[in-house]
Each structure stands twice: as structure tokens, then as C-alpha cells.
């Protein structure tokens, strides 16, 4: 039996869920006083002075800091119910169910929410890394609990966890320099590519959409 690790957004999904998540999951008036420090910040980003690591970091603080740790988690179900289930790339979903029925150990590693993710990963039997909000007195911080699970710390979650070489093959599906270090872990690397599954084990399309 293999391994295979998946990224999330933008492999699994058509794009990037963690803003649709905290839009949804942020009260207008703490939007309304985040956006004015934030948009400097956004605009770094997308020209490329500002690291990804870095604005996930800002948005995480300006929009969960003194959260409720309850209302986090019952935010991030519901999106993973409600609205992840539309944005899932079937080919995806099918690579997943064929390795599964394989028996391979299957697993998410994303630098999301394990707000969302967690929940999404158990309903769809998965292992998950991923990243985790620190908190504190039932209570979120707006900070994360170690570090941001993309980069080298994919990898090094990843070795943390697993054995690599108690596994006859590694599989690793990613779409973005933050899945480069994971990829390199993998016998079989596949960066913004889903291999087609043999027709006889294409699972029921009805299963793979229904999230």
C-alpha cells in the first residue's frame, strides 16, 4: 500500500477557500475595520513584495483574534458542508477514491484551517496536515498554533508523520511553489495534473460530487 498527499486548494478545489471562508465566517463591522491596514498589505502580496505566508498571517489576526474557539470550528463546518462541495475537482475526487480503494494511506497537507479542513478530511476518511490556530481561555489568539503548514513545513510534517520508507510508492499532487517541497518527497510527482484513474475503478460520479 502507498501513500499519496494531496494539497488542497487549488488541487482538490478550483481555487484558493481560505478568503470565501473568512469573508463568510468574519462579522461585516470586523471587515469594516480590518480592510483599511489590510489593503496595503494585500496589495504587497499580489505584487509579489509581500510572502503568502505573511498575509495569511495579517488576515488570521485582523479577522479571528478573540474569536470564540466554538464559533471558529462551527464556521469552518459549515463551510466545509455547504460550500466546499461545489468547488471540488472531480478528477481530483476520483484520483482520491482510486487510491483509496487501492488501500493506500491517503491524506490532506494544506496551509488552510483546520476549522474547515478537519471536518471535510473526516466525512471523506482522509489524514490531514494542516495548519491550527493558536488559542487561548476558549478563546482564538490570531495567531497559529506553530508554524503555517505550506513549504518545507509540508515536508517536515510529513516525515513527521510518516515513514516514507515503509511505503513502496509516494504520490504527490500540488499546484503551487508551496507544494514544491512535498512534491520532491514523491516517487510520482504530479504539479498541476490530475492523472485519469483506470475506467474500471472510476468511482460513481454521484459519490465524487456529493462532497
Known amino acids: 500500500m502507498d501513500l499519496a498527499l494531496f494539497d488542497f486548494d487549488g ?3 478550483t481555487g484558493d477557500t481560505l478568503p470565501a471562508f473568512v469573508r463568510g465566517a468574519t462579522p461585516a463591522w470586523r471587515v469594516a475595520l480590518a ?5 496595503p498589505l494585500i496589495l504587497a502580496y499580489r505584487r509579489g513584495w509581500l510572502s503568502g505566508t505573511s498575509i495569511r498571517a495579517a488576515i488570521a489576526r485582523a479577522a479571528f483574534a478573540g474569536v470564540p474557539v466554538a464559533a471558529y470550528q462551527a464556521a469552518g463546518a459549515a463551510f466545509a458542508g455547504d460550500v466546499i462541495p461545489a468547488l471540488l475537482r472531480p478528477a481530483a475526487m476520483a484520483r482520491i477514491e482510486w487510491h483509496q480503494r487501492r488501500g493506500d494511506t491517503v491524506a490532506v497537507v494544506s496551509g488552510n484551517f483546520d476549522a474547515v479542513l478537519a471536518p471535510w478530511a473526516a466525512a471523506h476518511g ?3 496536515l494542516c495548519s491550527t490556530l493558536a488559542c ?3 478563546r482564538l489568539t ?3 498554533a506553530g508554524a503555517q503548514c505550506v513549504g518545507a513545513e509540508k515536508a517536515r510534517r510529513i516525515r513527521a508523520r510518516w515513514d516514507l520508507s515503509a511505503f513502496p510508492r509516494a504520490y504527490a499532487y500540488g499546484d503551487t511553489a508551496e507544494d514544491a517541497a512535498m512534491l520532491v518527497l514523491a516517487d510520482e510527482a504530479y504539479y498541476r495534473e490530475m492523472p485519469n484513474v483506470p475506467a474500471a475503478l472510476a468511482p460513481d460520479p454521484s459519490v465524487v460530487t456529493s462532497g
Open 11 to 13: 488541487t482538490i478545489t
Open 35 to 39: 480592510t483599511p491596514p489590510l489593503a
Open 126 to 128: 482522509l489524514e490531514l
Open 136 to 138: 487561548r481561555g476558549g
Open 142 to 144: 490570531g495567531g497559529y
